[in-house]
C-alpha cells in the first residue's frame, strides 16, 4: 500500500478533479486561483456535518489523531455524494516529512479508499522533501512563487480581519473588503506583479483601515495549537465565529510561521543530528528571504494603518529559548510555546490551546509547557480545549465562556 501506490500521472492532470480539504478559508481561496492557472482542477472541501465524522470513525483507526479523521471523512464522504466522476478524480493531502502522524495520512487514506471501494482513486502525497513521485503534480518554479506570495498577503488579509471585524461599526463590511481584497489579490498574482510586496500590502492595508471601527475595549483571545485544529473551521467547530459572538478580538499568528519553523527545524536538524547540510544552507537563505518579506509587509502596516503589526518571527523564535529546545520539533513543537509567549507580550494573555485527540506531540508541548509560562506570566489565561469526536461543542464552548468571564475578571481586579 506504501509503495504500490496509483500514480498521478501527466495525463489525469488535463482532466482529474482533485479533492484537497480546506483548512485556511482566505488562503485556499488565493491558492485555488493560482493553481486553476497552472492547469490543476482543485476542489477544496468545504462540506462540515457530522457524517464526515461518521464517515473518518469507520474509515480510520479510532486511535488516530483527529484531523486525520477529518480529512478522511471528508474525502470518503465527497466520493460517496455522487458529485464526482470517480473514473477521473483524485484526492491530494500534504505530508511534512516530519515524525508526527502528518507523515502517514496518505497511507491511512488510501487504507481507507481501498476499504470503501474507491482503491482506483489516486490519493496523491504532496511534501515537499519529495517522498512519493507523482509526475503529473510537478509544480513549476512560477507556480511556487506564485503560492508563496499568495500564502504572504493571505496571511495580512487575516491579520487585519481579525483585528478589525469585532469592531465594524457596519454589520459584514469587514466580509465585503475581504472578498473585494480576495478579488484584488487574484488579479494582482501574475508572475510580474507578485513580488511588489510594498504596492500590494499598501493596497490592501488602505482597504482595511478605510473600515469604520468603534474601538471598545474586548478581550483579545489568541488561538494556538495543532495546524489544523487552529484554522479549520471543521476541525474546531468554528472557534473564531464563536469568539466574535462573545464579544472578543481574536489573534493567530499567520501560516508562513509555521513554514519559517519547518526551515529552522532542517537548519536544528543539521547542528543537531548531522542531517543535510546543503537542506540547512538552503532553509537558512528561504527563511532569511521569507523574514525580509514578513517584515516589508509589517512596515506597510505600521505606516498606513493605526494596527499594531505582528512581531517578526526571528524575535518570536526567540522567545521559547527560556522553555523548551529547539530539537522539540514534533507536531507544532516548540512553535506551539513561541506563540504563547508571543500572544502575551502582545496583550493577548488569554489564550486557547487547540488540542486534537491522538495527538501525543501537541499534548506534551502544549501542556507540558503552560505550568512554566503561567509560573513566569501569572496574568496568562490559558485554558485546552481538546477537540475529538465524543466532545461536544456546548461543552467546548462552555469551557471557553469560563476563560472569558475570568478574563472579564481580570480586568476588574
Ligand atoms: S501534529 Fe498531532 S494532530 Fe497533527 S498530524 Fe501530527 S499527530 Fe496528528
Redesign the pocket.
Known amino acids: 500500500m506504501s509503495y504500490n501506490y496509483k500514480v498521478f500521472t501527466k495525463e489525469m492532470k488535463k482532466d482529474y478533479t482533485i479533492l484537497v480539504p480546506n483548512m485556511l478559508p482566505i488562503h485556499f481561496k488565493v491558492l485555488d486561483k493560482v493553481l486553476k492557472d497552472n492547469g490543476f482542477n482543485i476542489e477544496f472541501l468545504e462540506d462540515d456535518v457530522n457524517e464526515i465524522i461518521d464517515e473518518g470513525l469507520r474509515n480510520a483507526n479510532n486511535d488516530i ?4 479523521m477529518i480529512v478522511i471523512g471528508q474525502f470518503i464522504s465527497a466520493l460517496k455524494s455522487g458529485k464526482y466522476d470517480l473514473d477521473k478524480t483524485a484526492v491530494l493531502m500534504t505530508q ?1 516529512g516530519g515524525g ?3 507523515s502517514n ?1 496518505i497511507h491511512l487514506i488510501r487504507k481507507a479508499l481501498e476499504n470503501s471501494g474507491f482503491q482506483d482513486v489516486p490519493a496523491i502525497g504532496l511534501s515537499v522533501s519529495g517522498i512519493e513521485k507523482h509526475p503529473g503534480l510537478k509544480l513549476s518554479p512560477t507556480l511556487i512563487v506564485k503560492a508563496f506570495y499568495g500564502v504572504l498577503y493571505s496571511d495580512l488579509i487575516m491579520c487585519l480581519y481579525n483585528k478589525i471585524k469585532p469592531y465594524e461599526v457596519n454589520k459584514n463590511e469587514t466580509d465585503m473588503v475581504l472578498e473585494k481584497e480576495i478579488k484584488y489579490l487574484n488579479n494582482s498574482l501574475s508572475i510580474f506583479n507578485c513580488f511588489k510586496v510594498n504596492k500590494i500590502s499598501k493596497h490592501i492595508v488602505k482597504s482595511f483601515n478605510n473600515i469604520s471601527i468603534n474601538k471598545t475595549d474586548k478581550i483579545k483571545v489568541g488561538i494556538v495549537g ?4 487552529k484554522y479549520s473551521r471543521m476541525g474546531n467547530n468554528h472557534l473564531e465565529e464563536f469568539l466574535i459572538k462573545e464579544n472578543a478580538e481574536v489573534v493567530q499568528s499567520g501560516l508562513l510561521d509555521f513554514i519559517n519553523y519547518c526551515l529552522i527545524n532542517a537548519i536544528v536538524d543539521n547542528k543537531l543530528y548531522n542531517k543535510s547540510k546543503v537542506k540547512a544552507i538552503l532553509s537558512k537563505f528561504a527563511y532569511k528571504f521569507i523574514l525580509r518579506q514578513q517584515n516589508k509587509i509589517n512596515n506597510t502596516i505600521k505606516r498606513y494603518s493605526s494596527f499594531d503589526a505582528p512581531e517578526s518571527f526571528e524575535n518570536v523564535r526567540k522567545m521559547a529559548d527560556e522553555y523548551i529546545g529547539y530539537g522539540v520539533k ?3 513543537g516548540w512553535l506551539l510555546v513561541s506563540n504563547m509567549i508571543e500572544l502575551i507580550h502582545q496583550g493577548a494573555n488569554n489564550i486557547i490551546c487547540a488540542e ?1 485527540f ?5 499534548h506534551i508541548v502544549g501542556r507540558g509547557a503552560i505550568r512554566k509560562i503561567m509560573d513566569k506570566h501569572p496574568n496568562a489565561n490559558i485554558v485546552v480545549i481538546d477537540y475529538d469526536p465524543s466532545q461536544s461543542k456546548i461543552n467546548q464552548e462552555n469551557r471557553i465562556k469560563l476563560m472569558l468571564s475570568n478574563a472579564n475578571l481580570n480586568i476588574y481586579l
Open positions: 489523531c483527529y484531523p486525520a511534512t508526527c502522524r502528518a495520512y495543532e495546524i489544523y485544529m514534533m507536531g507544532e486534537p491522538g495527538c501525543l506531540p501537541n
